[in-house]
């Protein structure tokens, strides 16, 4: 399989590599600004350590969900490709999607025997294919407060509500095709959200930390666990 000597090459991983280091660097430095800002507003320490452990807890479910997707593209696209492109995005559905249309571009078909234009058809697709997400995200993302407010009407009690709302609305946009397409996936979101509004409920009685830390996690693997078993 000659294009997965090029997929797996030392200079891919080389270039690949140099892309996740600037994440990691990004990431970096926004927790050592966020710390910083922390302190000058009054925000203890305590309230800090308590967000660090619920957001590393909060993304254990969907980083364990990458994690699987990614051995599915790394069969096809190899390790370096795969690595960068889901430390970037994260979304294993649209990668494989993008990959696939690029490998049909470029005369083949996503999988072990495609050739090496196949190959860098897909990467480009899948590359330029998330451009418009990262250019609105860069050009845009500093205004949205001030959108944020003008649809608040300059009352700060609206913005939780705002943000809230738009949560819902996001999560809704990305949960809805799943739930009225009537297979397994119909009965992993329904059966999530049963098991997250049960805790949800449990907490708002107990009160309990782990309970609100842990959530989310319990709910996405016992909504995949009974889509297997149903």
Partial sequence: MEYLKIANGFWLWVACGLGVAWVVFQSVLFLIKSIKVSKEIGITKTQVNSAVKTSIVATIGPSLGVLVGMVALLVSMGGPVSWFRLSYIGSVAYEMFAAEIGAQAGGGALGANMSATAFATGVWVMTLGALGSILITALFTDKMGKLENIMAGG????????????????????????????????????????????????????????????????????????????
């Fill in 155 to 230: 009352r700060k009690e609206m913005l939780p509500i705002i943000a809230g709302c738009a949560m819902c609305g996001t999560f809704s946009y990305l949960c809805m095709d799943r739930v009225f397409r009537f297979n397994s996936q119909t009965t992993a979101a329904l059966s999530g959200f049963i098991i997250m509004a049960v805790l949800n409920i449990w907490n708002k009685k107990l009160n309990k930390k782990w309970i609100r830390n842990w959530s989310f996690t319990i709910s996405m693997f016992a909504g995949m666990l009974i889509s297997i078993v149903a």
